[in-house]
């Protein structure tokens, strides 16, 4: 070490260059990061989705969802499988384990695949669609809304070609137009002149199918040039269908299609309707990739609406920009860097009175280089600015400094001595080396283990430990390397006056009060004992609420309603418009657009949802600082404006807020192999739950479908007439959902040709009777037609909207929120449990499970304790190596109790719940209060190995490094103080750690220059008190 300080020292061009560097580096890594909410996170979530129209959830199950399931559950790594079998669709959800690396996840993923791939599906089921999701597939960036009073079909234009648009910028990876309709030309078929003339609609559209063709036929040479063949026949109009022929007569003639259908060119049935502030609308939904600046891409989104609104957008259309999470990351970026600046400042201010001004130019010049060089580090490892590593480098502000203080108070020590300058810097950086490295090691040891925080949530927080782990180790380099070469350039260190006569304003207190905790010392650490067991004892009571994750909420909410099942498209939106008006008839001064989609469904990072029983409203609101209530104000006001609207079976308020994703407040699985007892329970759980004071927004998962008509076939008339049971479906399925035949090309678009019978033909029961099939059997002279009354029995059924499993075992989910205010997520799980201990006997065949919130804290709780031992072990090895003893590392760790109950002595001042954020802050205090007592501890040995007394070593030590523990501890208070009062803006979700951290820290500074040295007079009097225990017993 010393011969690469002397380098640095004697060669001050060398550290200006690096200097240099690091600073046009830096700052260039910190403008070209991509700037982001929250960390792009791989969710190891898989979501595989297949579609078979027009099949009942329950043969979607039996035919896709239960092989899948039983293929899929020996892939390695697969942690839960959660399946939801829907009217055509079976979407199954495979979230693997947490705490696997990137690559085994990947490896994994491709076993899945593989696995899938042997499933044998049905014959007009879709192949599957496989979908890896992560934050930046799920999370939109901004929705741009296009409404006005103009045709569909012009809105859907303007749409196609915004989207064409915005796709081609830089690092937008999707983009999903929601509100509009593809074309659709419909062959509507006469069944009567079907009958008429012996003719199938699978007749029909493959005459269609093949006259619709371009296809190359060769190449002809002539003289010395070469002409290539190409037989054109692909229609150009819809109307060009009419001329196909079918059939050709015998007697001669044909039959075309003219003669049995008519020719529809419009649109496909609706599935989404949608609408902006009471108007018409498409809305096309933007995400980014993980590469993705969302302010820079959504900056050039604006410029691009603002030209094309300028020079192409019709007068009558109006182009609305909503859900723009761009403007909160802004906002909240700006929050958290205007703390820092503050931080900055504060920790400037108070070197400035300890140790002049000289000093702290020194010592803050550290500052921006130490972090400057963590940009670069961040830069080259593919990080982003984000709120998790902008907070981790405010947390880190005053830690920074306190190597550099150790090393500029240790060169000037030596001066002081009379040494020169150069080998002041040179001897005085080398003698607090290794001490400076241990402690800076402890800290790490604390933080770095919180980096395998498993889950989601861990991986959205482990942000934090490596980067404060990386400006720890980029502020060695500087204190060691940069700081004594300036220093020893700059000139000598001047001493602060005012310095001096602040620390002798405390010294003297402090020495009184220490000669009387000494004296007392039994007692003290008695009282001490009770205070840490009482901060313990408040926390497992549950006196001080607990949380999962404090979120900042961002300018919008939006509500979900759920009708019953089989509810029309329409009808729904008969009651959304309900909704809308009284969305619409908040206060303008609070809200700046309602969007209204009927059909359609998205919760945060949840695939979208489109049926004809759904809906979703957008309420795009002005930000915080323009409008009077609050996000919960708006909610609770607009909930009670709906209460009135009949008719719905739930109904759902979410905000949309920062952080990761959480799970309801209550969330209980009821499984069993049987639905009616399923059915049964939930509902009586259901009732717990609405008789219990503060549990709202009770809803569940399970709902009864669409009324269903089962065609049993007679498989004896069947075979006579020589039909199978897949000939007489097809012929059901073509003649009522259509037959696709063909595709015509408009341009770049495509339009599916679709054969079916004719609307007024297929709008009742009687006309499903008189279907007539066709039998072509070689059994027969010649082809018969059979109606379909005379094949299959009708039975009207009612089966279910959609089977919910997880794990492979059918399961209904009851979720609800709860008013914290009122009542404990754990007191409703309780009720909820005593009830079923009571009517278990009835339910024999089911069992429940709690998950949601409550189990995602003890979860995570559980782990960032089990790491916070890890830290503590590692703390341990590391001082016990630095001071070669077995027992004065725990007098060391004595700090750590000490910033436990300072924490405590925080949350309940400010009235905050433990949350997981408080927590993380706690177990980081572990490594930054030991570095106090490590200075203290190292004073006490040098006096004592110096000859000193024990009590004169103790209180020695205390004077002299009061300033040093004083200064050390008040620069990362300062550092944080901005952020935990919110001096630069506030920060529900990072103000706890922060605030943990201040109080922590305080108590234990002065409970470390107190206790610690009581704590070590009476650990030195153990060895003496065990002796003449030992000989009073021998007596």
């Known amino acids: 070490m010393k011969p690469l300080i002397r380098t640095f020292i004697t060669n001050p061009v060398l550290v200006h260059m690096i200097t240099i560097g690091v600073i046009v580096f830096g700052t260039f890594s910190f403008i070209t990061m991509p700037r982001e909410l929250n960390p792009n996170l791989n969710f190891y979530w898989i979501l595989?989705?297949?579609?078979?129209?027009?099949?009942?959830?329950?043969?979607?199950?039996?035919?896709?969802?239960?092989?899948?399931?039983?293929?899929?559950?020996?892939?390695?790594?697969?942690?839960?499988?959660?399946?939801?079998?829907?009217?055509?669709?079976?979407?199954?959800?495979?979230?693997?384990?947490?705490?696997?690396?990137?690559?085994?996840?990947?490896?994994?993923?491709?076993?899945?695949?593989?696995?899938?791939?042997?499933?044998?599906?049905?014959?007009?089921?879709?192949?599957?669609?496989?979908?890896?999701?992560?934050?930046?597939?799920?999370?939109?960036?901004?929705?741009?809304?296009?409404?006005?009073?103009?045709?569909?079909?012009?809105?859907?234009?303007?749409?196609?070609?915004?989207?064409?648009?915005?796709?081609?910028?830089?690092?937008?990876?999707?983009?999903?137009?929601?509100?509009?309709?593809?074309?659709?030309?419909?062959?509507?078929?006469?069944?009567?002149?079907?009958?008429?003339?012996?003719?199938?609609?699978?007749?029909?559209?493959?005459?269609?199918?093949?006259?619709?063709?371009?296809?190359?036929?060769g190449k002809l040479k002539i003289a010395q040039s070469e002409l290539l063949l190409r037989t054109v026949g692909e229609f150009e109009t819809s109307d060009q269908i009419y001329g196909?022929?079918?059939?050709?007569?015998?007697?001669?003639?044909?039959?075309?299609v003219r003669d049995i259908a008519k020719i529809d060119d419009d649109y496909e049935d609706r599935r989404i309707i949608s609408r902006l502030n009471g108007k018409s609308s498409v809305s096309l939904s933007i995400s980014k990739n993980s590469k993705g600046n969302t302010i820079e891409i959504v900056d050039q989104v604006k410029d691009l609406i603002e030209n094309y609104r300028k020079y192409r957008l019709p007068e009558s259309v109006s182009i609305t920009l909503v859900s723009d999470t761009s403007t909160f990351v802004k906002t909240f970026i700006q929050v958290l860097q205007t703390n820092a600046f503050l931080g900055i400042i504060f920790v400037i201010l108070a070197l400035f009175i300890f140790i002049g001004f000289r000093n702290a130019l020194l010592v803050a010049v550290g500052i921006p280089v130490a972090l400057l060089m963590t940009f670069i580090v961040m830069y080259l490892n593919g990080?982003?600015?984000?709120?998790?590593?902008?907070?981790?480098?405010?947390?880190?502000?005053?830690?920074?400094?306190?190597?550099?203080?150790?090393?500029?108070?240790?060169?000037?020590?030596?001066?002081?001595?009379?040494?020169?300058?150069?080998?002041?810097?040179?001897?005085?950086?080398?003698?607090?080396?290794?001490?400076?490295?241990?402690?800076?090691?402890?800290?790490?040891?604390?933080?770095?283990?919180?980096?395998?925080?498993?889950?989601?949530?861990?991986?959205?927080?482990?942000?934090?430990?490596?980067?404060?782990?990386?400006?720890?180790?980029?502020?060695?380099?500087?204190?060691?390397?940069?700081?004594?070469?300036?220093?020893?350039?700059?000139?000598?260190?001047?001493?602060?006056?005012?310095?001096?006569?602040?620390?002798?304003?405390?010294?003297?207190?402090?020495?009184?009060?220490?000669?009387?905790?000494?004296?007392?010392?039994?007692?003290?650490?008695?009282?001490?004992?009770?205070?840490?067991?009482?901060?313990?004892?408040?926390?497992?009571?549950?006196?001080?609420?607990?949380?999962?994750?404090?979120?900042?909420?961002?300018?919008?909410?939006?509500?979900?309603?759920?009708?019953p099942s089989g509810t029309s498209l329409e009808d729904t939106d008969k009651v959304m418009r309900d909704f809308e008006k009284q969305a619409l008839s908040l206060p303008k001064s609070e809200v700046n657009a309602v969007l209204c989609q009927t059909g359609l469904f998205i919760k945060k990072n949840q695939p979208a949802i489109i049926g004809s029983n759904v809906g979703m409203l957008t309420l795009d609101l002005l930000e915080a600082k323009n409008r009077q209530s609050t996000v919960e104000e708006l909610i609770e006001d607009l909930r009670e404006r709906c209460d009135f609207i009949p008719g719905v079976d739930s109904v759902e308020f979410i905000k949309n807020d920062t952080g990761p994703p959480k799970a309801p407040d209550v969330e209980i699985l009821v499984q069993g192999r049987y639905f009616n007892q399923l059915e049964a329970l939930s509902s009586e759980i259901q009732d717990v739950l609405s008789n219990t004071n503060g549990v709202l927004d009770i809803q569940d998962d399970y709902e009864l479908g669409k009324e269903e008509l089962k065609l049993k076939i007679d498989s004896v008339k069947a075979k006579e007439y020589g039909l199978s049971l897949a000939k007489i479906a097809q012929t059901i399925r073509n003649?009522?959902?259509?037959?696709?035949?063909?595709?015509?090309?408009?341009?770049?678009?495509?339009?599916?040709?679709?054969?079916?019978?004719?609307?007024?033909?297929?709008?009742?029961?009687?006309?499903?009777?008189?279907?007539?099939?066709?039998?072509?059997?070689?059994?027969?002279?010649?082809?018969i037609i059979v109606p379909l009354?005379?094949?299959?029995?009708?039975?009207?059924?009612?089966?279910?909207?959609?089977?919910?499993?997880?794990?492979?075992?059918?399961?209904?989910?009851?979720?609800?929120?709860?008013?914290?205010?009122?009542?404990?997520?754990?007191?409703?799980?309780?009720?909820?449990?005593?009830?079923?201990?009571?009517?278990s006997s009835r339910y024999s065949t089911c069992d429940i499970s709690f998950?949601?919130?409550?189990?995602?804290?003890?979860?995570?709780?559980?782990?960032?304790?089990?790491?916070?031992?890890?830290?503590?072990?590692?703390?341990?090895?590391?001082?016990?190596?630095?001071?070669?003893?077995?027992?004065?590392?725990?007098?060391?760790?004595?700090?750590?109790?000490?910033?436990?109950?300072?924490?405590?002595a925080g949350l309940i001042f400010l009235r905050q719940p433990l949350s997981l954020s408080s927590l993380f802050g706690i177990v980081a205090l572990t490594g930054i209060v030991v570095n106090d007592s490590i200075v203290l501890i190292d004073f006490i040995n040098r006096g004592r190995k110096n000859g000193a007394s024990k009590w004169r070593a103790l209180i020695k030590a205390g004077q002299i490094r009061l300033r040093p523990i004083i200064l050390t501890s008040i620069t990362t208070i300062f550092g944080l103080l901005p952020m935990a009062l919110g001096i630069g803006g506030q920060s529900a979700t990072w103000m706890p750690m922060a605030s943990t951290i201040v109080f922590g820290l305080t108590v234990a500074t002065v409970m470390t220059l107190l206790i610690i040295p009581a704590f070590y007079a009476v650990v030195d009097e153990i060895p003496g008190l065990v002796w003449r225990l030992v000989r009073l017993l021998m007596r």
């Open 383 to 563: 990080q982003s600015i984000n709120q998790s590593s902008l907070f981790a480098l405010v947390l880190v502000l005053g830690i920074v400094v306190d190597d550099a203080i150790v090393v500029i108070e240790n060169i000037y020590r030596r001066l002081e001595k009379g040494e020169g300058l150069i080998t002041a810097s040179i001897e005085g950086s080398k003698e607090v080396a290794l001490p400076i490295l241990a402690a800076s090691l402890t800290s790490i040891a604390a933080f770095l283990p919180l980096a395998l925080l498993p889950g989601l949530i861990g991986r959205f927080m482990q942000v934090i430990p490596i980067v404060v782990s990386l400006t720890i180790i980029t502020s060695l380099l500087e204190c060691f390397l940069i700081l004594p070469s300036h220093v020893a350039e700059w000139g000598k260190v001047a001493v602060s006056s005012t310095r001096n006569h602040i620390m002798s304003v405390i010294i003297r207190p402090y020495s009184k009060i220490l000669v009387w905790v000494l004296r007392y010392r039994y007692l003290v650490l008695v009282i001490i004992l009770l205070v840490i067991t009482g901060s313990l004892l408040l926390v497992i009571s549950g006196v001080i609420p607990q949380d999962l994750f404090l979120s900042d909420e961002m300018p919008m909410f939006y509500v979900g309603v759920k009708l």
């Open 244 to 256: 196909v022929i079918v059939r050709n007569l015998p007697t001669g003639g044909s039959i075309r």
């Open 789 to 839: 009354k005379d094949l299959a029995v009708m039975v009207r059924q009612r089966g279910y909207a959609t089977i919910e499993r997880f794990q492979r075992e059918r399961t209904v989910t009851i979720r609800a929120s709860v008013d914290k205010e009122i009542i404990r997520a754990d007191e409703v799980n309780k009720k909820v449990q005593d009830f079923f201990d009571q009517s």
């Open 48 to 217: 595989v989705e297949i579609w078979y129209p027009g099949v009942s959830p329950e043969e979607i199950e039996k035919l896709i969802t239960k092989p899948i399931e039983d293929e899929i559950s020996d892939v390695d790594n697969v942690n839960t499988i959660t399946s939801s079998s829907a009217e055509g669709r079976a979407l199954i959800s495979i979230q693997f384990e947490q705490d696997i690396s990137e690559r085994v996840f990947k490896e994994s993923a491709q076993s899945l695949r593989t696995e899938i791939e042997k499933v044998s599906l049905p014959n007009d089921a879709e192949d599957p669609n496989i979908i890896e999701l992560d934050s930046s597939i799920l999370e939109s960036m901004l929705d741009v809304v296009i409404s006005g009073n103009v045709s569909e079909l012009k809105l859907k234009q303007i749409a196609e070609d915004l989207k064409n648009r915005i796709q081609n910028i830089e690092n937008v990876s999707d983009i999903n137009i929601y509100g509009d309709r593809k074309r659709q030309i419909r062959v509507d078929v006469d069944p009567d002149r079907l009958k008429q003339h012996q003719i199938s609609i699978g007749e029909i559209a493959n005459a269609i199918a093949t006259q619709n063709l371009n296809i190359p036929a």
């Open 735 to 783: 003649a009522f959902d259509g037959m696709k035949a063909t595709v015509i090309r408009d341009g770049d678009e495509e339009i599916d040709v679709v054969v079916k019978y004719k609307e007024d033909k297929r709008s009742s029961l009687q006309h499903l009777q008189d279907l007539n099939i066709i039998s072509h059997s070689n059994l027969l002279s010649s082809p």
């Open 851 to 904: 998950e949601g919130e409550l189990a995602e804290i003890n979860s995570a709780f559980s782990d960032i304790g089990k790491l916070g031992i890890v830290g503590l072990l590692l703390m341990y090895f590391i001082l016990g190596t630095q001071f070669k003893s077995f027992i004065q590392p725990f007098i060391i760790m004595m700090a750590v109790p000490f910033a436990f109950v300072g924490a405590i």
